[in-house]
């Protein structure tokens, strides 16, 4: 998380730091990443859930590697019936 937000030499800096991702100022102490966060839930991996937004508390959650795919800025949205999905969900359904 803080190598892609603030290390330009990062393989993923530009898909974050370059963009405009930033972490919380709280997060940049372990401690309170981990009060927030807690444990890493076995198969999970931390994720933003607005993958435009930055690494905060009401922004992140721990989530599974299907979750983490339907979530990326390239993916095809599509809404019907009121329900937002990326198309491989809806493909899936």
Do not use: H
Not at 39 to 52: Q, S, W, Y
Not at 63 to 72: F, L
Not at 76 to 82: A, K
Request: proline share 4%; with cysteine; charged share 25%.
């Amino acid at each position: 998380m803080k190598k892609r937000c603030f290390n330009p030499t990062d393989f993923n800096y530009t898909n974050y730091g370059a963009r405009g991702i930033t972490v919380c100022p709280q997060w940049l102490d372990f401690q309170q990443f981990y009060a927030d966060m807690g444990e890493v839930p076995a198969g999970l991996t931390l994720d933003r859930v607005n993958n435009d937004g930055n690494y905060e508390p009401s922004n992140c959650r721990w989530a599974t590697q299907t979750e983490q795919q339907r979530n990326r800025r390239f993916n095809i949205s599509i809404t019907y019936q009121e329900q937002d999905k990326c198309l491989g969900e809806w493909c899936e359904i």
